[in-house]
């Protein structure tokens, strides 16, 4: 086990707010408790796989937070929120976060990493395609983008290296920013912090093959 003391702020804040989530919804076992309060952790680069390949699974708990609220959470939690995703959350309009896109609070939610490198050709690598394919090739379901912010929170930066992303993106419907444009939260590997941005988004949009996209593995 590795001391929490010793991990690195935004895997800290991560399991800070994990822990949150956990005692909010009453699923915190004593057992993991008393492992957080003895400043230790599990393995933080130890990631479950399921049955194909390359899809990494993660597990996280719904919060019902505005897109305010959201803000607010991240930034007391050591994150960087862009402004652009900043007007996504906040964004008043008909397909604005608070109308569309808040979570369950305390639901837990399965989500599936899938690399957006299983489509070769750059100029196959669409939106529209890479969505298809992982709702039917997969069986995945189209996510909220209230799944996003949980996952900066417990997934960090070196995590994402671990995995071989450099971003994870949600294919969740578009919200449209101050200037009208379509777009889609998505987490982001760099050098300057642990950082939740937004993305210009259209099914045409090509992606790189450097990032996952995040669907909702359905309830079995």
């Not at 019902?64 to 803000?71: A, C, P, R, S």
Request: with cysteine.
């Amino acid at each position: 086990m590795n001391n929490i003391g010793t991990l690195p702020g935004d895997r800290l804040a991560g399991l800070s707010a994990d822990l949150f989530h956990k005692l909010q919804a009453g699923s915190i076992t004593l057992d993991e408790f008393a492992v957080f309060l003895q400043r230790k952790d599990r393995d933080p680069f130890k990631f479950e796989r399921n049955e194909h390949d390359d899809h990494v699974v993660l597990t996280v708990t719904g919060l019902d937070l505005t897109g305010e609220q959201e803000v607010e959470q991240l930034n007391a939690a050591g994150f960087r929120v862009s402004d652009w995703v900043k007007s996504c959350l906040t964004s008043k309009k008909a397909d604005g976060y608070d109308k569309n896109h808040r979570l369950v609070a305390g639901q837990v939610y399965k989500i599936a990493l899938m690399p957006t490198r299983e489509i070769k050709c750059d100029s196959d690598r669409t939106t529209d395609a890479l969505r298809e394919r992982g709702i039917k090739k997969y069986g995945y379901e189209k996510p909220l983008a209230g799944i996003v912010p949980r996952i900066r929170e417990v997934v960090s930066d070196k995590q994402m290296e671990e995995m071989g992303f450099r971003y994870v993106v949600a294919p969740h419907d578009a919200i449209k920013d101050p200037d009208g444009s379509p777009s889609v939260l998505r987490v982001s590997r760099s050098g300057s912090g642990p950082w939740l941005h937004a993305h210009l988004d259209h099914l045409d949009r090509q992606w790189d093959d450097g990032g996952a996209f995040a669907f909702l593995v359905p309830a079995s």
